[in-house]
C-alpha cells in the first residue's frame, strides 16, 4: 500500500521561511510526477508547485521565485522550501504524488501538514 506523508508544517513570521517534506512508502516504482497543493479556510485546493520524473517544474504565480521544489529518489521523498512567507501562504499543504501506468494514472494524496505564517 502506497502513503505518502508530509512534515515540516508550523508557525512562521512573514517573511520567514519553512521547509516542507514529504516521505513515500510502499511504491514498487518511481513516481511520474510529485507535487505540493494547499488549501487555505473557505478556499479549494490549489496547486502550489509540481515536478515530474524529466526534471520540468510547475509553480502556482503566487509562489514563482519563492518557493522551490525538489526531490530526492533515493530517500523517496521530495520537499517544498519556502522562502519569504506572506500571510496568504497559510493554509494546509498537500503532498500528491502521481504513478503512470499504460492505462491509467494512480494519484496518492498525503493528510496534510498545516502552515500558519502570522505574526
Known amino acids: 500500500q502506497v502513503q505518502v506523508v508530509e512534515s515540516g508544517g508550523g508557525w512562521v513570521q512573514p517573511g520567514g521561511s519553512l521547509r516542507l517534506s514529504c516521505a513515500a512508502s510502499g511504491n514498487k516504482v518511481p513516481f511520474f510526477s510529485v507535487g505540493w497543493y494547499r488549501q487555505a479556510p473557505g478556499n479549494q485546493r490549489e496547486l502550489v508547485a509540481t515536478?515530474?520524473?524529466?526534471?520540468?517544474?510547475n509553480y502556482s504565480d503566487s509562489v514563482k521565485g519563492r518557493f522551490t521544489i525538489t526531490r530526492d529518489y533515493a530517500k523517496k521523498t521530495w520537499d517544498l522550501q519556502m522562502n519569504s512567507l506572506k500571510y496568504e501562504d497559510t493554509a494546509v499543504y498537500f503532498c500528491k504524488a502521481e504513478e503512470r501506468h499504460p492505462f491509467n494514472t494512480k494519484t496518492y494524496w498525503g493528510e496534510g501538514t498545516p502552515v500558519n505564517v502570522s505574526s
Open positions: 515536478l515530474t520524473s524529466a526534471g520540468t517544474t
